[in-house]
């Protein structure tokens, strides 16, 4: 390709360039990544500087850097550069024209709040699917970000279109967002789940995390709110589209429930109300956050001109979305043991509210969970407070501590802890979960809360393979060792 056709929607604040018809083979912020005659843009990350890196990039073959300021190492290599505003956002729109701009030649559905953005996509693509759409579905569950990197996201679209993908649902972080990965993308339709405290070591403070959420809806043709979020103003307030909302028992709301009942695990049914029709919801997903999840997916649907029949099927056939409150099979075992991704105050409540409300009257609740280092500290101790309040027994933990000391993080979780009520530390997560499994009495619910699909630990060594689920087997198989029941 031409550098010319790059630099579709780029402003070019100054260059030394005289040709733009020159050849590109290529385009990446990563270093690893350079060859012969690729683009290279200098990112300013949060510890490294990626213009530092201009003079050694050119040795691998870069025959253009895309800067934010020209510094002496571009000076010095002479290297053609084209400085730009925000070099991010550049990076995502190159991507974009590298692969032909397959985003244009998709419908692109995002799905963004703290919370309950997996289990929204996994609801919507099996109505997408029932529909007859052909869809990818990217997020939490593929492993690694939430929102992938421009370089591998727009390869990916373009992928997906080439072997006949139509729909691509996705998952919005807010870090993707604020950090203008996305950039370019114009979506067909966006939902805002929910916003409670996560993330505030990066966002600061919940007003920043709003309105990072709210640039999803900036580009976006139709925009779903939870009309029962304190922060739905917010996050609305950057529409250029029609807006839509949703809520539990809001009449005001555009969709609303009536009818609702519960069957503990088995699921719930409820009336998905609005102005001139009624939708039947049947769902095998229990808990609360399950009926703003299933809501907001029929809801969004039904906008986007689904057929309500299709959507009642289609929620009737979503099981279990994998690390969401996800049951261990565990034969051997005289009690239950779940999994789930839960690493927020408001998840973790939620999860376990979710579990008291089910649990036979005698059932236990044992928690185990911890925090994950370098992240947002105001939440250890809170998470203590909630795992303290709604659990009977509480296990704390390690989980992810990256450079940080566990130790250092759990002394932080156990300010929140009641230490008046039954509670224990073990900083080996392995060694948690084998106490967790070789201590539970009969008939009680054990929750490992935290890591969910993640199948790894990541510490100060790095990162290596983990599964809490082949943990709590193995912890099993040796406790009931020569029982067949």
Do not use: W
């Not at 929750?447 to 393979?465: N, Q, S, T, V, W």
């Amino acid at each position: 390709m031409k550098l010319y056709n790059y630099l579709e929607n780029v402003e070019v604040i100054e260059t030394n360039i005289t040709r733009f018809d020159m050849d590109i083979s290529g385009v990446t912020s990563r270093t690893d990544e350079v060859k012969d005659r690729y683009i290279y843009v200098c990112i300013k990350g949060l510890t490294v500087d990626g213009h530092s890196y201009a003079g050694e990039v050119k040795k691998k073959g870069a025959v253009l850097v895309v800067v934010e300021e020209v510094n002496d190492i571009i000076k010095n290599n002479e290297l053609p550069y084209i400085k730009v505003k925000n070099s991010r956002a550049v990076l995502a729109l190159m991507c974009s024209a590298h692969n032909g701009h397959p985003e244009r030649e998709l419908r692109m559905i995002a799905v963004t709040g703290t919370n309950g953005k997996t289990s929204t996509c996994r609801i919507l693509s099996e109505i997408y699917r029932k529909s007859g759409s052909s869809v990818l579905t990217l997020g939490t569950l593929d492993g690694g970000l939430t929102t992938r990197d421009p370089e591998d996201f727009f390869s990916t679209l373009r992928s997906a279109f080439n072997n006949g993908i139509d729909t691509v649902i996705m998952e919005a972080s807010s870090h993707a967002l604020y950090l203008d990965k996305l950039c370019g993308v114009d979506f067909d339709g966006a939902i805002f789940t929910n916003l409670s405290s996560e993330h505030l070591d990066f966002h600061k403070n919940m007003e920043d995390y709003s309105l990072a959420k709210a640039k999803l809806f900036s580009v976006s043709k139709f925009g779903l709110y939870n009309f029962d979020d304190e922060f739905c103003d917010n996050v609305s307030s950057q529409a250029v589209g029609r807006k839509y909302t949703y809520s539990f028992c809001n009449k005001d709301a555009d969709f609303y429930i009536s009818n609702f009942e519960e069957y503990k695990t088995d699921g719930f049914s409820y009336d998905l109300v609005t102005k001139n029709d009624v939708i039947k919801v049947k769902s095998k997903l229990c808990g609360t956050f399950n009926v703003y999840n299933t809501m907001c997916a029929c809801a969004f649907a039904y906008c986007d001109g689904i057929d309500k029949e299709i959507i009642e099927q289609a929620v009737l056939c979503v099981s279990n979305v994998k690390g969401r409150l996800e049951k261990v099979e565990l034969k051997k075992a005289p009690f239950t043991v779940y999994i789930d991704y839960a690493h927020s105050p408001d998840a973790l409540e939620k999860v376990l509210l979710c579990i008291r409300n089910f649990k036979a009257e005698e059932q236990k609740i044992t928690v185990l969970f911890g925090c994950g280092g370098d992240r947002d500290r105001t939440k250890r101790r809170v998470m203590g407070q909630i795992a303290s309040r709604l659990a009977d027994f509480v296990i704390v933990t390690s989980d992810n501590s990256r450079s940080e000391k566990p130790c250092d993080i759990i002394s932080e979780i156990m300010k929140g802890i009641d230490k008046e009520r039954p509670h224990i530390v073990i900083e080996n997560r392995r060694e948690a979960i084998e106490y967790a499994m070789m201590t539970a009495k009969d008939n009680d619910i054990v929750l490992l809360a935290g890591k969910g699909h993640e199948e790894y630990e990541i510490d100060a060594l790095g990162k290596r393979y983990f599964s809490e689920k082949e943990i709590a087997a193995d912890a099993v198989n040796k406790r009931f060792k020569g029982n067949d029941n």
